[in-house]
């Protein structure tokens, strides 16, 4: 199993710190219970191309966090 490093990022639209991973593709079971503690965001498993990477768990905002590049 895949250890995920959770670091919730403040929502420039809400600005509460739930701002977590989106997580694209088929879910395991592990996914699902993780995304119902607010761990991370299932967005599902149709990818367009240029999906946000990160989601508010609080206001339901989508996006780029500033800063959060991965890359
Ligand atoms: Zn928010």
């Known amino acids: ?3 995920r490093r959770l670091e919730k990022q403040i929502c420039p ?3 509460v710190t739930s701002v977590v991973e ?3 593709g088929m879910p395991s079971s592990d996914a699902f219970e ?3 503690r607010g ?3 299932l967005g599902g498993c149709v990818i367009i191309g240029n999906d946000p990477s990160r989601g508010c768990t ?3 905002w989508r996006g780029e966090v500033p800063g ?3 890359a």
């Open 68 to 70: 959060s590049s991965q």
């Open 34 to 36: 993780d995304a119902e």
């Open 58 to 60: 609080s206001c339901g």
């Open 13 to 15: 639209e809400c600005g």
């Open 39 to 41: 761990d991370f965001i």
């Open 1 to 3: 199993m895949v250890e």
């Open 22 to 24: 989106i997580l694209y």
